[in-house]
């Protein structure tokens, strides 16, 4: 694929304007080696060793004089390091490959997580070594690290757990970094209108972007969905076109299992009797996403422990009052309170979910509109200005620790 057209598609897609002459890719041929696919058992360590050899092939074809990962792949830093020793070596991470909350979820008593309960019986007992394990491998990559930025307090707090002790042994002593990443904030409030006229033209929709992936989590907020019309008795079950739920989100290219999941949803919503309600917007391109922006009511989020949340920003960025699940990046650093009063609701279970898409319908016209300024004042602490500053500061940090030239 040709440079102008991933620029393209990133700009349609994300908004996002590059200029082709000061981007430059080195594409790879080993990237196979990365697809969980290819390991059907011991996933984790799988692709963590498989990255080895997509660093290699990558080292092979250009010699940085600065390497900054921003995928997540730890081990390739570490391999950075021994091929490269003085090579300044930093890491943008926005979701650790483990975490002390997955290592939890394996407890026979846990709900939340894709693993939840599973570290019971024999293989249970072996998952958790295994994690335990790679655990303590994935802490010692990071020892070498020089800069080490998090895109939320929620990543940082976990990447200082498990990276903190291996980079005190190694002498890295610079504070890993907060760095919210890039949302079009600017982009959402010049496009979407939060005023009294606008109020009036929102529709009684709640909006979920989001991945049609597993860890999204959207039979919990269909479940929620389903339960508050009950509650409400909105209209006649599955025919009432008054409330909306729309899942908004992209289907990725090369995974069949998104379009099986998408099935899947959509018989569960025919099971609950809710298909009336409920809007699919499949691959939508970044307009029509700010269209449904401009004229939903709500905006929901219903992953546990969602690293940062790009979308709820962009809710907020667009007025919507949030409903999010009451964990991670969405509750530490979004839906906060703003000049001393909320911006949404947070949830945990279907039930909860229910209760705050009542009360967020509830609110009276003067009160929601109060609530939506709120949402938006707080999204402009996340914006691509804010990103740009202290990417650049932590960038400038990094470039300095390259050894000097002899003259």
């Known amino acids: 694929m040709k440079r102008e057209v991933i620029l393209e598609k990133v700009q349609k897609n994300f908004n996002i304007r590059l200029q082709p002459s000061s981007v430059h890719f080195k594409f790879l041929s080993t990237r196979d080696w990365l697809l969980a696919s290819r390991y059907p058992y011991f996933t984790l360590l799988g692709q963590s060793l498989g990255s080895l050899r997509v660093a290699y092939d990558a080292l092979s074809q250009f010699v940085p004089d600065v390497f900054i990962d921003t995928m997540g792949y730890s081990f390739v830093t570490a391999f950075a390091c021994f091929v490269f020793p003085s090579m300044p070596l930093g890491a943008y991470v926005h979701y650790p490959t483990?975490?002390?909350?997955?290592?939890?979820?394996?407890?026979?008593?846990?709900?939340?997580?894709?693993?939840?309960?599973?570290?019971?019986?024999?293989?249970?007992?072996?998952?958790?070594?295994?994690?335990?394990?790679?655990?303590?491998?994935?802490?010692?990559?990071?020892?070498?690290?020089?800069?080490?930025?998090?895109?939320?307090?929620?990543?940082?707090?976990?990447?200082?757990?498990?990276?903190?002790?291996?980079?005190?042994?190694?002498?890295?002593?610079?504070?890993?970094?907060?760095?919210?990443?890039?949302?079009?904030?600017?982009?959402?409030?010049?496009?979407?209108?939060?005023?009294?006229?606008?109020?009036?033209?929102?529709?009684?929709?709640?909006?979920?972007?989001?991945?049609f992936r597993p860890e999204k989590n959207h039979e919990l907020v269909i479940n929620a969905f389903a339960e508050f019309l009950n509650a409400a008795n909105t209209g006649s079950k599955g025919t009432s076109p008054k409330t909306k739920l729309v899942l908004l989100g992209s289907l990725r290219d090369d995974n069949d299992q998104d379009v099986r999941r998408v099935a899947h949803l959509r018989q569960l919503i025919q099971k609950l009797n809710i298909e009336g309600n409920v809007e699919f917007v499949l691959n939508a391109p970044w307009k029509q996403m700010l269209d449904w922006l401009a004229t939903s009511s709500i905006g929901v989020n219903g992953m546990w422990n969602e690293h940062f949340g790009i979308g709820v920003v962009e809710y907020q960025a667009a007025g919507l009052i949030c409903v999010v699940n009451n964990s991670g990046g969405p509750k530490r650093d979004i839906v906060v309170d703003i000049d001393g009063g909320p911006t949404g609701f947070h949830a945990s279970t279907s039930s909860e979910y229910a209760e705050a898409f009542s009360k967020a319908f509830s609110l009276s016209f003067t009160e929601a509109l109060i609530m939506r300024h709120r949402a938006r004042l707080s999204a402009k602490r996340f914006s691509e200005k804010k990103f740009a500053s202290r990417w650049n500061s932590q960038l400038d940090a990094l470039i300095r620790l390259q050894p000097k030239m002899p003259l």
């Open 98 to 211: 483990i975490s002390t909350d997955m290592l939890g979820s394996l407890d026979v008593n846990s709900s939340e997580g894709l693993n939840a309960g599973t570290g019971k019986g024999l293989r249970g007992y072996i998952k958790r070594i295994y994690w335990h394990l790679f655990a303590r491998l994935y802490g010692w990559t990071g020892g070498n690290i020089d800069v080490v930025m998090t895109n939320s307090s929620w990543t940082k707090g976990h990447i200082q757990s498990l990276w903190g002790p291996s980079r005190s042994r190694t002498g890295k002593r610079r504070e890993i970094e907060v760095v919210f990443p890039p949302v079009s904030v600017e982009d959402i409030e010049t496009t979407v209108d939060v005023s009294e006229t606008s109020e009036t033209g929102r529709e009684r929709a709640i909006l979920y972007i989001a991945q």
